[in-house]
């Protein structure tokens, strides 16, 4: 048996009942195998059996009042995954199907994702079951503060600095701040996505979004072709689905499509963002608003649907397994000839294989997705640099990124002989800063 496949299978034992952890484990140990198996200093060092073993895992309870005077109980989670090559990186995700498998599974992919920016970011994530939807904002406000109560003892801006991801935006970052300076008496780079005026980075809620757009046009640029007159699905109506919507759009795509949990939004005459903002950004809205107010648009109650829509480009940017082995030959029927994953994990892996047998440039979402966890790192160099950059120097930087992060994996898929597979290519590229780090750390 493998060294890989020995791993993959004790990981499985000895952590039961976490199939999102053993979902993105076997995506990456099994893409890495080529490279590891160049490497057998790699299974003396037990190098795999650490690196998939978190550093550190933190668990505690979260106690909050509602509005009806009500106490409520929520699990909240951190989880310290790698710092070898800087300190531990990742958002924190607010959302009722929160548990600790789908924690670490976000957590390992981030360690990858992180060093394929190419900055000094370790990998970790965490979050909480707690749903903010429907909340009061005294509501979100009260929980915010339970949760960093106990979250402040764990991170700190050289040790470890969340961010935001599905349920937390720039409210949630406000009220998580503004506990973490009360109680540390500390105004530092604790958290990243943070508002304007206090701290935050121009471009940084743009940043996943546009950076996907930024990646795949490059993907397009390497065949010849462009984002101009392309059909654009996208899922999901949060940041990373709107900033993409608008980046497509500004380079001449057609976005028809977008969604939220409970139904899909098809408009044949293209997406108005606006219409979307409004509902989604300023009201806190449903989708289906969006098919009231806009004339020829229709609204689809439930989500796999929008894969039947047929697109050039899909860019998955909702949540985890949104995109199955059916829908996935759908869209590869229907003419689908890029995929760029904004969202983490949003293609089950029998439909990754469905996409590369196709021929269809797919885009993983650690390579795709890491524009946002790039502009964070820049949002700490502002920070500890006292400096504030502009909007178009944060966006110049963003895409030289992505575009090194494209060339990056594409070299590293060659590199082994798989070009074109930028699974194993952004698995492979990522690993190699990590695993260089790891050895020279010695047994820790
Ligand atoms: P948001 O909370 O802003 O938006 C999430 C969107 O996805 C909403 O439209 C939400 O619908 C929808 N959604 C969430 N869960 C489900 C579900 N189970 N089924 C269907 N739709 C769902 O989150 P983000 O845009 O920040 O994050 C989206 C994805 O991108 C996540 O996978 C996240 O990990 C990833 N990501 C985010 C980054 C960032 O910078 N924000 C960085 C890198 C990755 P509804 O409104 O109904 O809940």
Redesign the pocket.
């Known amino acids: 048996m493998s060294y890989v496949q020995k791993v993959l299978d004790n990981l499985k034992k000895t952590n039961p009942n976490e199939p999102e952890f053993h979902q993105a484990a076997t995506e990456i140990l099994t893409s890495l195998e080529p490279m590891v198996n160049a490497h057998p200093e790699y299974e003396q060092a037990a190098l795999l059996e650490r690196f998939v073993e978190p550093e550190r895992v933190v668990m505690f309870r979260v106690p909050w009042v509602d509005d009806n005077g009500k106490v409520q109980v929520n699990k909240g989670y951190r989880v310290q995954f790698n710092s070898a090559i800087g300190p531990y990186k990742g958002?924190l995700?607010f959302?009722p199907?929160v548990n600790l498998s789908i924690i670490k599974f976000?957590g390992l992919e981030q360690i990858l994702k992180n060093s394929l920016t190419g900055l000094p970011i370790g990998g970790g994530k965490g979050g909480s079951d707690f749903n903010p939807?429907g909340k009061s904002d005294r509501e979100v406000m009260a929980f915010c503060q339970s949760f960093m109560t106990e979250l402040y003892r764990h991170i700190g801006a050289d040790t470890d600095v969340p961010?935001?991801?599905?349920?937390?935006?720039g409210r949630e970052i406000g009220f998580l701040f503004g506990q973490y300076k009360r109680i540390r008496d500390e105004h530092v780079g604790v958290l990243t996505?943070r508002g304007l005026s206090y701290g935050g980075s121009l471009a940084r809620k743009e940043?996943?979004g546009y950076g996907l757009v930024y990646i795949t046009e490059e993907a397009l640029k390497m065949r010849g072709d462009s984002f101009e007159g392309k059909t654009v699905v996208i899922?999901?109506?949060?940041?990373?689905?709107?900033y993409a919507c608008e980046k497509a759009q500004s380079l001449g795509a057609k976005v028809v499509a977008m969604?939220?949990?409970?139904g899909y939004i098809y408009d044949p005459a293209g997406i108005q963002l606006d219409v979307v903002k409004d509902i989604?950004e300023v009201k806190r809205g449903?989708?289906k608003e969006y098919a009231d107010r806009v004339k020829g648009a229709k609204y689809t109650e439930g989500?796999q649907g929008i894969w039947t829509i047929p697109c050039d480009i899909a860019l998955p940017?909702?949540?985890?397994n949104?995109i199955n082995k059916e829908s996935a030959e759908i869209l590869v029927k229907n003419g689908v000839k890029f995929v760029g994953e904004?969202?983490?994990?949003?293609s089950t892996l029998d439909a990754i294989e469905v996409f590369q047998k196709a021929g269809v440039v797919f885009l993983p979402?650690k390579a795709a997705?890491?524009?946002?966890?790039a502009t964070?790192a820049l949002e700490m160099a502002q920070s500890s640099g006292r400096l504030f950059w502009s909007f178009e120097e944060v966006d110049a930087k963003l895409k030289n990124i992505m575009v090194n992060i494209y060339h990056n994996m594409d070299n590293a898929a060659k590199k082994y002989g798989f070009e074109g597979n930028y699974v194993m290519g952004a698995n492979i590229a990522g690993f190699e800063k990590v695993a260089e780090a790891m050895m020279a750390h010695g047994v820790v």
């Open positions: 958002g995700r959302h199907s976000l939807k961010a935001g991801d599905i349920g937390v935006g996505g940043a996943t899922s999901g109506s949060g940041n990373v689905a709107i969604y939220d949990s409970n989604k449903r989708i989500c940017c909702a949540t985890q949104e904004g969202a983490n994990m949003p979402a997705n890491a524009g946002g966890v964070s």
